[in-house]
């Protein structure tokens, strides 16, 4: 038979455990929020340097032109 303490010091393990592993979920929900983040950012990067590539091969591509213009 269960006594009041060791009920109490059964539920007082339970509550710890699962404090912990809400601190534990917490963690993995700001590491999955931070690399998402990261994750915008090397896109917006991406996106920004396909931009300039685009602005400098339409440049080139102009001064080319002018090059082989009499």
């Known amino acids: 038979m269960e006594t009041k303490e060791s009920v109490e010091h059964m539920f007082q393990t339970w509550f710890e455990r699962a404090q912990s592993s809400k601190g ?18 090397v896109e917006r990067a991406f996106g920004f340097y396909l931009q300039c590539r685009s602005v400098a091969d339409m440049l080139s591509w102009v001064i080319q032109v002018e090059v082989e213009m009499p």
């Not at 534990?24 to 950012?41: D, H, N, P, S």
């Open 24 to 41: 534990a979920w917490q963690r993995v929900e700001m590491l999955y929020t931070q690399g998402r983040a990261l994750e915008i950012e």
